[in-house]
């Protein structure tokens, strides 16, 4: 795919700063969603530890294998997901999505990664990606039929990716591709303060009030990409700040095109294009459109939209 999409509400901090939230597991509003069946930890594990044996008949450490399963539990949790599809015209999308047709679309080029950092470490970890991936769909959990490329391996990398990457019937007319991302690469976060702005004050980072007692943190230059999660974690940790949300910013040149649902007032396009404008993480060459119901189908057509003023 050249473009895929992504559904949202209608949010001006978007237009200010366009940043996508790297989703856990757990967060995800469906609860089969990357959760691994035990049927398919006990062959993984089974295969682990029947290959690390030196010898047949040295027992399995009790201890050691539940702590081994329980990180194949719960592995996933230390990656988010990134949810993109590749259809802009799903009526349902629209309206589970894009907040009832008062929302957007935004397209975005498939043809280069689209985030501007992927740090060594992590591209040789081997489920995080620099391109996204084609979910599958199934009625049938993956256990004792999982793929062999996700079992007879030493590593859990495509255990994780197949969990990441299947989901039920249901779900297929979201027409899904997902960016699996460690959440140490995460760009920004989006904290609650607990405690006064001083104490969590550090100058390599910027600490910025965004609404009531919500604050946004960035590193002030790529050198300092690492400090974000170290600064995040002790300050939850002291119970300065709660309620960590992490997000990947979308690279310059990654956004073609955005599509404002048929409920979104002339005003509000207005708005997010002086935004755009302003903001300095978009390119020129973004193109709008505005959605119209149509007159003889069940869909939504789009119309560029065309500014009097030179963009």
Known sequence: MKVLYKYMPFRVSFFDDPLLRLTPPSALNDPFDSKPTQLAINKKSDFFFNASRADDDEPDDDELRSFYENDLRHGLEKFGIISLTENHKNLLMWSHYAKDHSGVVIE???????????????????????????????????????????????????????????KGTPWEYEQEYRYLLTLDEADVGLVRLLKKIEDIQEPRLSVRHVHEDLYKVEYTSPEDRELLKWYLAIHQGRGNICDVILFKRLSRDAIKAIYFGCRVSDDSIKEARNRIIKSGFYSKEITFYKGKESDDLFEIDFEEVNFHEKY
């Open 108 to 166: 975005v080029s498939n043809e280069h990664p689209i985030f501007n950092y992927h740090h060594l470490t992590y591209r040789q970890c081997g489920v995080s990606k620099q391109h996204p991936i084609k979910v599958e769909y199934t009625n049938i959990r993956p256990g004792q039929d999982i793929p062999d490329t996700a079992i007879y391996e030493y590593f859990e990398y495509n255990f994780y990716t197949h969990f990441a990457t299947v």
